[in-house]
């Protein structure tokens, strides 16, 4: 005979604790610098969209970076463009 369960109460407590945020899925810092200036453009719509990448150190392999593709939105973008350039140290959460 298979054993029944109520699911509903294990779903509510789940949701009643992402309901105050006490779950934090995913979360990632990086620190490296910028590998060239931001390219900004304006969307149809009028967004402001910068694109980069950035270059971070591996601690355990001397000499190898990694490259990860940045894109900024806005003000963000806006910013960006105005403060910091090619080989500016950023830190990304």
Same mark, same amino acid.
């Given at each position: 005979?298979?054993?029944?369960?109520?699911?509903?109460?294990?779903?509510?407590?789940?949701?009643?604790?992402?309901?105050?945020?006490?779950?934090?899925?995913?979360?990632?810092?990086?620190?490296?610098?910028?590998?060239k200036?931001?390219?900004?453009?304006?969307?149809?719509s009028?967004?402001?969209?910068?694109?980069?990448?950035? /270059?971070?150190?591996?601690?355990?392999k001397?000499?190898?970076?990694?490259?990860?593709?940045?894109?900024?939105?806005?003000?963000? /973008?806006?910013?960006?463009?105005?403060?910091?350039?090619?080989g500016?140290?950023?830190?990304?959460?």
């Amino acid at each position: 005979m298979v054993k029944q369960t109520n699911i509903i109460p294990s779903y509510q407590k789940i949701l009643e604790i992402m309901n105050k945020e006490e779950i934090i899925i995913n979360r990632v810092n990086i620190i490296g610098r910028l590998t060239k200036d931001l390219e900004v453009r304006t969307s149809p719509s009028g967004t402001m969209v910068g694109k980069t990448s950035i /270059a971070v150190n591996r601690k355990f392999k001397k000499e190898e970076a990694d490259f990860i593709n940045l894109i900024a939105f806005n003000k963000t /973008a806006e910013l960006m463009s105005q403060y910091l350039g090619k080989g500016s140290q950023v830190g990304i959460e």
